[in-house]
Every structure is written in structure tokens, then in C-alpha cells.
């Protein structure tokens, strides 16, 4: 079994301020971690992943993630908001083994930026 | 080029109807989801195909019914609507052992039920 926790419903940041929002998962096996990205009236789309390999995983627009086992964390940043970053975003997990490969997903976190 | 469609975009229909949300991916994947996201944002699982066989079936009410026809498509049809399911419905896809799981949306399918 998995669960996601994003903390922080709604995170506002000044444009060019420093991005962070914070995900934590519980696993029963050595999990595969995503952030997903929803801008409004649209689908998800993929921001960067998680498997194996390097903990600090780098995805489109700038974001990064660092998968930190002994804090089951996987917080995504971006050095500097931009206004084009307001969106939801969504942490989730998948387990690494087993058939039932479904996502299990956070309760999303929507990203304000300010002017 | 779309990767993972869905047909219609948007359905707004009354109580008691039936209705069929279609989804279609040219990923050549072979495992199919279908998601549901409520009012609040919060996404969960509804059911996945693996090659037109079911595989997660979370507990959802047997008026959804999954069909896929072959492994490039998985409607989802619905009887008896009910206000409750109201939501916007996303299909995705993945391919087992490839890219590591990563599940490819489509655009979501928004029901309003009346």
C-alpha cells in the first residue's frame, strides 16, 4: 500500500522567489515518485520522475525533486517563480514491483505567483 | 499527434441518463486507467486494463462500467447518473517496464450531472 501527503493546499510565491513544495509518501516497497503539473481545463502532464539512480532528478520548466529515503520526502523546487508556473501540482507514487501499478496521488498543492 | 484523446471534452447531461466517455491512446501501451477528479481536485483511481483485461477495479459503483475493445482503447460508460458524479474523468496509459511506469494523461473528460 502507498499514500501521498503534499503539505500546503495553496503556496503563493513572488515572481522570482525561490519555489517549494513539500510531498511526503509512505510505501511498502521502494516506490517510483512523479510531480505532475495541471494548468486550468487541462490534463497532467509530467513534470519529472522519480525511479532509480540519482536522488535529485531534474524535469522541464526548471523544477527539480530530491528523493530523500531516511525522510520519505520528495519536494520539488524551482530556483525562481515565474508567472507561468500557477498551476496545480500534484505529487504521486507508484510501487516499483507488483502488478497493481496504479497511481496513488497527493491532494495537490495550487502554486500562486505574484507579481 | 495526440498521445492519449478522450471524446467528448465536455458532458453535461441530466439524473437518471447514460452516457459513454471514450478514450484512445497511439502510445502502443499496453495498460489503460481511468481516474476520477473531484470537485476538490483530489484525483483516485478508478479502474486499469491490461491488455483489455481488468486489473484494478477500486470500489466504484457498478454503474461504471470499463470497456476496452482492444488495447488502444478503454471507454468508460456510466448508467443511471447521478449528481455525485459530476467530476472530470482522465484516461492515461503506461507501459509496463518502460519509462518506469509513467502514465501519460489525456485532456480529462468534465460531467456535469443535472
Known amino acids: 500500500a502507498q499514500s501521498v501527503t503534499q503539505l500546503g493546499s495553496h503556496v503563493s510565491v513572488s515572481e522570482g522567489a525561490l519555489v517549494l513544495l513539500r510531498c511526503n509518501y509512505s510505501?511498502?516497497?521502494?516506490?517510483?515518485l512523479f510531480w505532475y503539473v495541471q494548468y486550468p481545463n487541462q490534463g497532467l502532464q509530467l513534470l519529472l520522475k522519480?525511479?532509480?539512480?540519482?536522488?535529485l532528478v531534474k524535469g522541464i520548466n526548471g523544477f527539480e525533486a530530491e528523493f530523500k529515503k531516511s525522510e520519505t520526502s520528495f519536494h520539488l523546487t524551482k530556483p525562481s517563480a515565474h508567472m507561468s508556473d500557477a498551476a496545480e501540482y500534484f505529487c504521486?507514487?507508484?510501487?516499483?514491483?507488483?502488478?497493481?501499478?496504479?497511481?496513488?496521488f497527493g491532494s495537490g498543492t495550487q502554486l500562486t505567483v505574484l507579481p | 499527434d495526440t498521445a492519449v484523446s478522450q471524446t467528448p471534452k465536455y458532458l453535461v447531461t441530466q439524473m437518471g441518463n447514460d452516457k459513454s466517455i471514450k478514450c484512445e491512446q497511439n502510445?502502443?501501451?499496453?495498460?489503460m486507467y481511468w481516474y476520477k477528479q473531484d470537485s476538490k481536485k483530489f484525483l483516485k483511481i478508478m479502474f486499469s486494463?491490461?491488455?483489455?483485461?481488468?486489473?484494478i477495479n477500486e470500489t466504484v459503483p457498478n454503474r461504471f462500467s470499463p470497456k476496452s475493445p482492444d488495447k488502444a482503447h478503454l471507454n468508460l460508460h456510466i448508467n443511471s447518473l447521478e449528481l455525485g458524479d459530476s467530476a472530470v474523468y482522465f484516461c492515461?496509459?503506461?507501459?509496463?517496464?518502460?519509462?518506469?511506469?509513467?502514465?501519460?494523461f489525456g485532456p480529462g473528460t468534465r460531467l456535469l450531472v443535472l
Open positions: 492515461a496509459s503506461s507501459q509496463p517496464g518502460l519509462a518506469k511506469e509513467t502514465q501519460y
Open positions: 510505501s511498502s516497497v521502494p516506490p517510483y
Open positions: 522519480y525511479t532509480t539512480g540519482a536522488t
Open positions: 504521486a507514487v507508484t510501487l516499483s514491483s507488483g502488478s497493481a501499478r496504479q497511481l496513488t
Open positions: 502510445l502502443g501501451h499496453d495498460t
Open positions: 486494463y491490461n491488455n483489455k483485461e481488468l486489473i
